[in-house]
């Protein structure tokens, strides 16, 4: 896993986003775009937008920022926080590698930032079936741990979550750290700066960790993940990106 093979380096003055998707609203859709579930399938309760208060580049990186404002949507809806969603679906996905992301996160209960993994093909089935990898997750009230999973079953009745955590010792998520995925046909391990905190052998037949995933950042602000009020004092939070590696 030596061998670059995709890059975003977003401290270059020159980076765009024409390698991602920028995703809108609340609602988690199908593979035709139609909603099937608010709160994106996790009780989530920001309204994602495109807007560059919420999505933007500049010298420090790549920025994800949640805000206290509120949205009204024409079915008649309303949420009371904004942020940020993007990912490489159609454009960018593997199987197997190395994939290293470097980020800070913003601290602050409620928040719920997320470097993740989903099927560029559901050929096992829809969720869970196909698989989900989680390389980073973290509660903004917690700003000492960050966790990594694996999500996979035939169905919702027998989902099976493998879930990982990680404390750093004299940081915190707000600084800037490498968030790394290591993935082979015999297993899946999560880094952080370079040490692996977590292994999960994988299981033929039995985990869909064989086929292509694309990448997902976002910033979520409340569900289920951590189920905890928002602390809106904390708001505008920040998750910022510097850099994306892939090697093979």
Same mark, same amino acid.
């Given at each position: 896993?030596?061998?670059?093979?995709?890059?975003q380096?977003?401290?270059?003055?020159?980076?765009?986003?024409?390698?991602?998707?920028?995703?809108?609203?609340?609602?988690?859709?199908?593979?035709?775009?139609?909603?099937?579930c608010?709160?994106?399938?996790?009780?989530?309760?920001?309204?994602?937008?495109d807007?560059?208060?919420?999505?933007?580049?500049?010298?420090?990186?790549?920025?994800?920022?949640?805000?206290?404002?509120?949205?009204?949507?024409?079915d008649g809806r309303?949420?009371?926080?904004?942020?940020?969603?993007?990912?490489?679906?159609?454009?960018?996905?593997f199987?197997?590698?190395?994939?290293?992301?470097?980020?800070? =996160?913003?601290? $602050?209960?409620?928040?719920?930032?997320?470097?993740?993994? !989903?099927?560029?093909h559901?050929?096992? /089935?829809? &969720?869970?079936?196909?698989?989900e990898?989680?390389i980073?997750?973290?509660?903004?009230?917690?700003?000492q741990?960050?966790?990594?999973?694996?999500?996979?079953g035939?169905?919702?009745?027998?989902?099976?979550?493998?879930?990982?955590s990680?404390?750093f010792?004299?940081?915190?998520?707000?600084?800037?750290?490498?968030?790394?995925?290591?993935?082979?046909?015999?297993?899946?391990?999560?880094?952080v700066?370079?040490?692996?905190?977590?292994?999960?052998? =994988?299981?033929? $037949?039995v985990?869909?960790?064989?086929?292509?995933?694309? !990448?997902?950042?976002?910033?979520?602000? /409340?569900? &289920?993940?951590?189920?905890v009020?928002?602390?809106?004092a904390?708001?505008?939070?920040v998750?910022?990106?510097?850099?994306?590696?892939?090697?093979?």
């Amino acid at each position: 896993m030596n061998k670059l093979i995709w890059q975003q380096n977003f401290l270059d003055s020159h980076a765009d986003l024409s390698a991602w998707n920028i995703r809108l609203g609340n609602d988690l859709l199908d593979n035709d775009g139609q909603p099937i579930c608010p709160g994106w399938g996790n009780g989530e309760q920001q309204f994602y937008t495109d807007r560059a208060s919420n999505l933007y580049i500049d010298e420090s990186g790549l920025h994800l920022c949640a805000r206290r404002e509120t949205v009204e949507t024409a079915d008649g809806r309303s949420f009371a926080y904004t942020s940020a969603r993007l990912d490489t679906k159609d454009h960018l996905s593997f199987c197997y590698g190395k994939l290293v992301v470097r980020a800070k =996160l913003p601290v $602050g209960q409620g928040l719920w930032p997320a470097i993740w993994l !989903l099927p560029q093909h559901q050929v096992y /089935g829809p &969720w869970p079936a196909s698989g989900e990898i989680d390389i980073m997750e973290a509660k903004g009230r917690l700003p000492q741990q960050v966790s990594g999973t694996l999500h996979y079953g035939k169905d919702m009745a027998s989902k099976s979550t493998d879930e990982f955590s990680y404390k750093f010792e004299d940081s915190t998520i707000s600084e800037f750290h490498d968030y790394a995925l290591e993935w082979d046909a015999g297993s899946i391990r999560w880094l952080v700066d370079g040490h692996c905190f977590a292994e999960r052998r =994988l299981e033929a $037949g039995v985990m869909p960790f064989d086929e292509p995933f694309y !990448l997902v950042l976002n910033l979520a602000v /409340g569900g &289920w993940y951590d189920n905890v009020a928002v602390d809106e004092a904390a708001l505008p939070g920040v998750m910022t990106v510097a850099g994306i590696w892939l090697y093979e």
